[in-house]
């Protein structure tokens, strides 16, 4: 079963528009961790953040930022002000302590268009 | 710069061929990954390799197999592949495999199987 739904295959939106990438995820286990990854046409995937089940606060970094919320079991991403270059492939995922190997399970990817 | 690189960038073999794809990474991690990413399918984890050791290996074909000579190297040796096979393929790389540090990865090695 996907542990990981982004809901939004593709988003558009013009340059200086923010933009919310959603992210749900299911676990069981009270330890975990999520991650945002930013996959350009280039194709690596860039780590952005890694968050622990044990820290709700959000997180700003410039113009991305983050909301964490287990009551819903959502990790969101938002872009602030979007930029031609923020076009991409986001990917959430997710590593589960009680998977000894820590291994990532990724979603299905948002594809983001920002036009100019 | 991620400090991890692939090469080739793109390759193109035939289902009788032998080919090789090839990760190395500047980061002084212990852990590296291969992982399979296909047109409309999330990212498939294929192998796990730790300090040179394999601890996973994802129910993958035996026409896959890889090699890790140690910690900063990684191949991915391919034989009789299928059309299927074809994708782009993810080396990464990680401080410690069997914990949650987040991995970097290279840029791909676009595979096409004809």
């Known amino acids: 079963a996907q542990k990981v739904t982004q809901a939004q295959t593709e988003i558009s939106v013009v340059e200086k528009e923010d933009v919310t990438l959603d992210c749900v995820y299911e676990?069981?286990?009270?330890?975990?961790?999520l991650f945002w990854y930013k996959q350009p046409p280039s194709g690596e995937l860039v780590f952005l953040i890694r968050r622990n089940s044990f820290d709700e606060q959000n997180e700003i970094s410039g113009r991305y930022s983050w909301n964490f919320q287990k009551s819903t079991s959502s990790f969101n991403f938002t872009i602030t002000a979007s930029q031609v270059v923020d076009s991409a492939v986001y990917f959430c995922a997710l590593s589960e302590a009680a998977d000894s190997s820590y291994k990532l399970i990724f979603g299905s990817g948002t594809r983001l268009l920002v036009r100019p | 710069e991620t400090g991890v690189t692939q090469t080739p960038r793109h390759l193109v073999m035939g289902m009788t061929n032998k080919k090789s794809l090839k990760c190395e990474q500047h980061?002084?991690?212990?852990?590296m990954y291969w992982y399979k990413q296909s047109a409309k399918k999330p990212l498939e984890l294929m192998f796990v390799?730790?300090?040179?050791?394999?601890?996973e290996n994802n129910s993958v074909p035996s026409r896959f197999s890889p090699e890790c000579p140690n910690s900063s190297h990684l191949f991915l040796h391919l034989h009789t592949l299928q059309p299927e096979d074809s994708a782009l393929y993810l080396c990464?790389?990680?401080?410690?495999?069997?914990?949650?540090?987040?991995?970097?990865f290279g840029p791909g090695t676009r595979l096409t199987v004809t």
């Open positions: 990464a790389s990680s401080q410690e495999a069997g914990s949650p540090y987040e991995q970097y």
């Open positions: 390799y730790s300090l040179e050791e394999r601890v």
């Open positions: 676990t069981r286990d009270t330890t975990y961790y």
């Open positions: 980061l002084g991690h212990n852990a």
